[in-house]
């Protein structure tokens, strides 16, 4: 009971007035509808959430007369997200990320570089330089397992936010938003092109001496694109071929037939990526052009200590001279 003369609640009477019991959306339920939004379709959906596509269906049903909302317009082949739907999946998102957080710091007790970390790399950095972080991180740290995806800046910034990805491997700068970010090293620009082409110009070189349409680039959606323009200095867009590479390897077979010339990161030329061509790499003009290897994760991630650890070993790979100089 409640005696009001002297300001005293019953603590029974508090919880059950004051906080009435409610039902709450569970996380798979939440899961399910984050799906729904990415992949289009409640079959694969369903899929990606290994169930089957009746308790995916079910499970958002749930949520909709939990909340008394409707979420997802159906019809009987195609759906839409409601404007409140989408909103629900973007505050979803945000909650499955700090629900994964928090089973991190439990599983991850027992010590820092222990348990499985989910990392992503862009395609000019992954296939020079993974291979090496595996190895030396399973040489240095066996207990800990990279997992990795290779993909755009774009995309992968995209799956840190909603906590697909624990850490990403990126080419610096580039706008990160909120995430934290710790630098690795600087990976030098080279350019590259066949020999001939090399005994025309001067020592050094400018680009006013390369024929117009004769550098070729990767897709814009490439980041590196934009840094080797801007850290070589090539502001004349006549130089610029139209056609867009979609990967460095094919960049080298382009410039490997004579039609040009490229800019390669000093990290792929270290790989062999110019092995068993008849390709030379020369300082582009102007000052030393050089990318930077950098590391992105989540603020609210209970494992910065392993993410500095792996720091450290990726330092040691992409700046080794550095580091033995230390």
């Known amino acids: 009971m409640i005696d009001v003369s002297l300001g005293i609640i019953e603590p029974s009477l508090l919880t059950q007035s004051v906080f009435p019991m409610q039902r709450w959306p569970s996380l798979k339920q939440l899961h399910y509808l984050v799906a729904l939004d990415e992949h289009k379709n409640f079959n694969r959906a369903a899929k990606a959430c290994h169930v089957s596509q009746s308790t995916l269906s079910t499970g958002i049903q749930n949520l909709e007369e939990m909340m008394n909302l409707q979420l997802v317009e ?15 999946v973007e505050r979803a998102r945000h909650l499955l990320s700090d629900a994964r957080d928090m089973m991190e710091l439990g599983q991850n007790q027992g010590g820092v570089m222990q348990g499985s970390i989910r990392l992503g790399c862009i395609p000019t950095i992954a296939p020079f330089l993974l291979s090496r972080l595996v190895k030396s991180c399973s040489h240095t740290y066996p207990e800990l397992e990279l997992l990795l995806r290779e993909d755009t800046t774009a995309n992968l910034l995209k799956l840190l936010e909603h906590g697909e990805l624990d850490l990403l491997i990126l080419a610096l700068p580039i706008d990160v938003g909120g995430f934290h970010c710790k630098s690795v090293g600087e990976d030098p620009f080279k350019m590259v092109m066949r020999r001939e082409l090399a005994a025309t110009l001067h020592t050094p070189f400018d680009y006013r001496e390369l024929p117009n349409q004769s550098i070729f680039l990767l897709e814009r959606e490439h980041c590196l694109t934009e840094h080797a323009l801007s850290a070589c200095q090539l502001r004349d867009k006549d130089k ?40 030379i790499a020369l300082p582009p003009p102007g000052e030393q052009a050089s990318r930077e290897i950098g590391l992105v994760w989540r603020p609210s991630t209970t494992r910065v200590q392993t993410f500095y650890k792996i720091a450290e070993l990726l330092r040691t790979l992409v700046c080794p001279k550095a580091a033995d100089a230390q």
């Open 74 to 88: 159906r019809d009987h082949k195609s759906f839409i997200m409601t404007p409140i739907g989408l909103e629900i």
């Open 240 to 279: 610029i071929n139209p056609f867009a590479a979609t990967s460095l390897h094919t960049l080298v077979e382009m410039v490997g037939a004579g039609l040009g010339t490229t800019f390669l990161p000093q990290m792929a030329i270290d790989a062999g990526i110019l092995n068993n061509t008849d390709l």
